[in-house]
């Protein structure tokens, strides 16, 4: 089996959220995700698809997706970097906006006890700081049911339950805006010509919203 080292971690961590939904990932996609060029990724997706013990499915021209090792292997580091953000933001007072990075820099490095241990601590949290979901020990992610919000049409009601994002500025604006897990939005008009939504939150004056937030909110419904 390869060593799984941090830039291996990496690799695995951002193939796993960009095939998320079910489709293969990119080499471009991933080399934007990772901020390297394509070609240096094109190379290290040959590695990881090789050997014995492969990480990753590759054929050129039809992208990448994860074995089953190279999952759990993600789901792995995925899991120390949400227990992380719970524990910065819970224990440390850290904001939701500014744990990304932090938790980035600790995700490779701490034990299995020591994950253990956060997790005791927070009373094994289902969701991280943005919602996000947290795998489980046993490296499963639990089934999410939540929706782009910019699939909610009038009068749908919902309540968000998760945002995607980790760029510290949009954080920031989603909290000025009231876009935060647990709030409540109603959608009141939706155009179809620019895919603009507007929507109220937490019974607050309407705001309008466009396809680049509503993309990286996820809500649940709730019964009209």
């Known amino acids: 089996m390869k060593p799984i080292t941090q830039n291996i971690q990496d690799y695995l961590k951002e193939i796993y959220t960009l095939t998320d939904g079910g489709e293969a990932a990119s080499t471009t996609a991933l080399a934007a995700r990772l901020g390297i060029a394509p070609a240096s990724v094109t190379g290290m997706v040959q590695k990881l698809a090789g050997g014995t013990h492969p990480l990753v499915n590759y054929r050129k021209h039809q992208g990448v997706t994860l074995t089953p090792e190279g999952k759990r292997a993600a789901l792995e580091v995925i899991r120390h970097h949400r227990l992380l953000e719970t524990y910065l933001v819970t224990m440390l007072g850290y904001s939701w906006d500014n744990v990304h990075e932090e938790a980035c820099r600790l995700e490779h490095f701490i034990s299995e006890e020591f994950e253990s241990r956060i997790a005791v601590a927070?009373?094994?949290?289902?969701?991280?700081?943005?919602?996000?979901?947290?795998?489980?020990?046993?490296?499963?992610?639990?089934?999410?049911?939540?929706?782009?919000?910019?699939?909610?049409?009038?009068?749908?009601?919902?309540?968000?339950?998760?945002?995607?994002?980790?760029?510290?500025?949009?954080?920031?604006?989603?909290?000025?805006?009231?876009?935060?897990?647990?709030?409540?939005?109603?959608?009141?008009?939706?155009?179809?010509?620019?895919?603009?939504?507007?929507?109220?939150?937490?019974?607050?004056?309407?705001?309008?919203?466009?396809?680049?937030?509503?993309?990286?909110?996820?809500?649940?419904?709730?019964?009209?």
């Open 122 to 224: 927070l009373g094994n949290p289902i969701r991280d700081p943005h919602g996000e979901l947290i795998p489980t020990p046993e490296l499963e992610m639990p089934s999410d049911e939540s929706l782009a919000l910019s699939a909610l049409r009038p009068p749908q009601k919902a309540v968000i339950v998760r945002v995607r994002a980790d760029d510290s500025a949009l954080l920031r604006h989603l909290e000025s805006l009231g876009l935060v897990p647990g709030a409540k939005i109603q959608a009141v008009e939706y155009s179809l010509f620019d895919h603009n939504l507007r929507i109220q939150v937490d019974e607050k004056l309407p705001i309008v919203v466009g396809s680049a937030i509503s993309d990286k909110i996820f809500v649940v419904c709730n019964p009209l």
